[in-house]
């Protein structure tokens, strides 16, 4: 393994030792730390951290699934066989595959659905994504009611709260659901619903972890409606090793919290036959440093987000071993093979070991677009041409190069290019020091010494100053207008963000489904993310365009035009670069992980190389897409 930090080998062999000989059995066939942080719940509808979801996708299965060795990402069959979506693209059948089975040998129904998409839809829950389920038609109803319901119970006097009033609220709870919201188990087998509207991500939703089913027979035992609220008590004896009952690839032998999780393969999983380890085991290591130190020891296969300091001197070594080779690596990327398949057909040297792909994200400016600052100055920045003279007065090309320096591409859009299949993202502005200053003498500025002091708003950690530091010199020495920079703690961050109080600040997205509204969205004028208090009906009404258009290529058309608005036209933000993730794995002993910027990685498709335990062949991506392999070196 590729010898980063030697003298601390012994140290993290010592610790990560300690964690995976914890009374654990027998070794797992793969090992790998899951994020930079524990697995917080196995409650499917009230988890929103990506180690829990990462754990998800091996116990759990939704309708759909992703098929994450397409560039497209493409939905595919999961419990559901096959599925009907209705001329008018709101009303979806799906019908769930015969041998569906529950890890206790039971069938997985049509029922449990509506059991589990119920659960996401109550505020006793409070699920983080309980957005998405509010796209039934119906379902803001049902919420609204609900909370209703449970406001003008705990207002009821205390001798009028008992048990059976409690009940008695749950039972007209699951009898108002019934009647009012769209989803419908029509037998065992048969799943329908209706939007309130056209979703053409609908599926793709589907397959995300909070759209996983329960089992209610288990869950229901451990969620009753207290006396003293009427909401349900909602107790989680139901995730533990010894009692979840669970239908994905792999089942939940061991769970250590804070320590570390083992899977066992799942024997009565669907496609079982297609899953190439027997065993995972996930040890929880919370400090960055000593991640890369286990895998560096052999203690683990594969470590998934390393974010330590020195990221940016792991990437350099990588950048190094392609330099040494050159002409090969120019070769075999001309192929249109995957990076990881590249790093394959290279020779041997452990600096292939280090992996740096697109992320499905971008960091970016916003720029306060209101009128008025919150102490009662005029805001420059509520004139479009303001914003695009400082867009195009940053260097994105040095920030990245100088400052970031793991790779990241430059991003003159929001959307991450080629990131989503059919998806043509605009041209956005380029880097133009002479045509941001003539802009900004446009709008009325000739003299930019005269220009109000323009202050960076950015939380502290995470080398936010750096990339503060770096746009203010632009901004100076491409505009020469004033700059400060306004480092607070992050909760005085976010709360002067979500008060407009900034005239610039930092910001970013991780997408949360493959569609571009998901980053689109977040510009609509009453979207709770509008952070910027952007307002453009021309923009609005592009969206709701969308909404509704049933043609495809005609919808990827209208969102390509509204993001062309902002990118190119209002500039209500100036993207900076998307992220890239960071991996450490040995392409040449583990197959199934995949480089692409939406990556979710599956650990029910990881197969160790050589063991016969699967088919010992790697796996790769079709020809690659421009923009979405490897950070270019």
Known sequence: MLKLL????????????????????????????????????????????????????????????????????????????RWEISDDGRTYTFHLREDARWSNGEPVVAGDFVFSWRRALLPDIASDYIAFFML????????????????????????????????????????????????????????TMTLSEPTPYWLDLCAFAVFYPVYPDLVSRYEKPAASTGRLDLRQGWTKPDRIVSNGPFVLSEWKFRRSMRAEKNPHYWNRDAIAVDSIEMPVVDEPNSMVLAFESGAVDFVTDVTVGYRADIYARKLAFYDEHREQYEALKAEGLDPIEIDRRLPDDPRKNIHVFPAFATYWYNFNCLEKLPDGRDNPFHDPRVRRAF????????????????????????IPPNSIGGYESPKGLGYDPAAARALLAEAGWPDPSQFPTVDILFNKDAGHDLIAQSVAKDWQRNLGVPVSLAQKELKVYRNDLKKQNYMVSRAGWYADYGDPTTFLEVNRSTDGNNDRKYNNPVYDDLLDQARTETDPARRMEILSEAERIIMEEDLPMVPLYH????????????????????????MYLIDVLGDGKGPDVPRTMPALAPSLGEATP
Not at 70 to 80: F, K, Q
Not at 168 to 185: M, P
């Open 6 to 81: 030697v003298p601390l080998i012994l140290i993290c062999g010592l610790v990560v030792g300690a964690v995976l000989s914890d009374g654990a059995s027998k070794p797992a066939d793969f090992t790998y730390i899951n994020g930079s942080g524990t697995i917080n719940t196995l409650d499917l509808q009230r988890m929103s951290w990506q180690p829990d979801l990462r754990a998800a996708r091996m116990f759990f299965e939704g309708l759909t699934a992703n098929d994450v060795f397409t560039w497209g990402y493409d939905v595919v069959p999961g419990v559901a066989e």
């Open 136 to 191: 039934i038609e119906g379902a803001p109803e049902f919420y609204t009611w609900r909370q209703e319901a449970i406001d003008a119970y705990e207002a009821r006097p205390e001798s009028e709260r008992t048990q059976d009033a409690a009940d008695a609220l749950w039972e007209e709870t699951q009898r108002r659901f019934d009647e009012t919201v769209a989803l419908k188990a029509i037998d065992d087998r048969t799943l």
């Open 391 to 414: 867009a195009m007065a940053v260097d994105k090309e040095t920030l990245v190069r100088e400052v970031k320096r793991t790779g990241e591409p430059v991003a003159s859009t929001l």
């Open 579 to 602: 992220y890239v993730t960071v991996y450490l794995f040995d392409p040449d002993e583990i197959s199934g992980i995949n480089p692409h910027a939406r990556a979710m990685q599956q």
